[in-house]
Nanobody
Framework: QVQLVESGGGLVQAGGSLRLSCAAS????????MGWFRQAPGKEREFVAG????????HYADSMKGRFTVSRDNAKNTVFLQMNSLKPEDTAVYYC????????????????WGQGTQVTVSS
């Protein structure tokens, strides 16, 4: 069982930065692939980024490449999402997710979800 708690969301102006954190419970944290999804009002959940259990492999949605960076600290059971050059279209609720095995862009493959944190980017 893994519980995920996100933090770090908020209101930021376009061009600004935010760093999201996701604290995970459970002794097997390092066994899980971790990721981030987001959902804007009226839209489907969208893959943002993923990182494998060791942190040696990361994956990004095309629109986030070069702006977002996912990382993890297995000693602290925490995964991060550094978001730079934010745009109004990045406004969404951001969810931390976990799954056994390799990360995937498919939301249905993730067993564990956090409650989400709101990110709002003003123009």
């Amino acid at each position: 069982q893994v519980q995920l708690v996100e933090s770090g969301g908020g209101l930021v102006q376009a061009g600004g930065s935010l760093r999201l954190s996701c604290a995970a419970s459970g002794r097997t944290f390092r066994s899980y692939g971790m990721g981030w999804f987001r959902q804007a009002p009226g839209k489907e959940r969208e893959f943002v980024a993923g990182i494998n259990w060791s942190g040696g492999s990361t994956h990004y949605a095309d629109s986030m490449k070069g702006r977002f960076t996912v990382s993890r600290d297995n000693a602290k059971n925490t995964v991060f999402l550094q978001m730079n050059s934010l745009k109004p279209e990045d406004t969404a609720v951001y969810y931390c997710v976990a799954k056994v095995g390799v990360v995937s862009p498919n939301p249905w493959e993730y067993m564990y979800w956090g409650q989400g944190t709101q990110v709002t980017v003003s123009s």
